[in-house]
């Protein structure tokens, strides 16, 4: 801590790279101190916040979580974040420190920036961004340009516009961050992972500490105490969008992503769903899904997370009295690439045909 003030630690990456995962053991590790969390997720549905506010830990409770649904925190600094953060400092009892779940498809930079405001920056520094990533989806090439595919586009369609929204928002968390976190490393053999590990060093103009976690396991004492006082680096932290911006007032926005939410019925067979999705992720390239469904029979939610096409599922608490059951699931792609209509109804299908097989 500096001085007074309260350290906040950002925690960012790219959709699915383990972020709220990775904040859940912070919890369970953090040594009695009280911790307020802010989670911004994108789209309607708060999978994310849910998933933490169930997760029954003291120094953590249901109202030490709150939840930005409204857009992408980037966005909504003024309109969201800042009173947010004016509302925790009011407190009786203010946190020992301060946990932020970016949405993952936001940038840092101006999030970061927000902490320099007069209200917050007398109270909070930045402790660090730590940046999450997905080691299996890199190892992969999610984030690679395929130059040669690109190149028989242009050869094809010279009018083509090869925006990059994945790799430069990628690329800017990675800018933005104190420590990055090589997640999900189990999932690649060693050589592979060294591959990665200088990878992800020459996308950083600086040296920055990286390490690597298993399911999101780290000690609290590797996220926590960075020290770096980032609201007062982030201005040599430019983003693609701040630099190709500078000196406008322009605002940042998500065209190039959508998301919705599906409701479908109950899900007697998990397994057989969870093989459905896979398919159905691939065939509509789904960058994302998580949500939750209902197993009849189980007192508990089934937690539902897929990146690509790893899909995993796990019961994590009990459906609380008067809690409606249900199935809902949020996706998220590109904007051009989601055909919502037909996505929804493979899903719904989906359930039914678990339902199906389950009864037979």
Known sequence: MQGQKIPATVITGFLGAGKTTLIRNLLQNAGGR???LIINEFGDLGVDGDILKGCGIETCGEDDVVELTNGCICCTVADDFIPTMTRLLERDRVPDLIVIETSGLALPQPLVAAF???EVKTRVTVDGVVTVIDTAAVADGRFADDEEKVAAQRAADESLDHD???EELFEDQITAADLIVLNKADLVDAPTLERVRREIGQKSARAV???TAEGGKLPADVLLGIAAGTEDLIAGRK???ELEHEGEAHDHDHDEFESFVVDAGAVPDPATFAKGLSRLIATHDILRLKGFADVPGKQMRLVVQAVGKRIETYFDRAWAPGETRA????????HDGLD???I???IRALAESAAKEAAE
């Open 239 to 241: 983003s693609h969008h």
């Open 116 to 118: 320099n405001w007069p």
């Open 164 to 166: 990059k929204p994945l």
């Open 344 to 346: 929804e109804a493979e």
């Open 34 to 36: 009280k911790i307020a």
């Open 327 to 334: 199935t809902r699931l949020v996706v998220i792609g590109l």
């Open 209 to 211: 500490k990286i390490v």
């Open 340 to 342: 919502a209509v037909r």
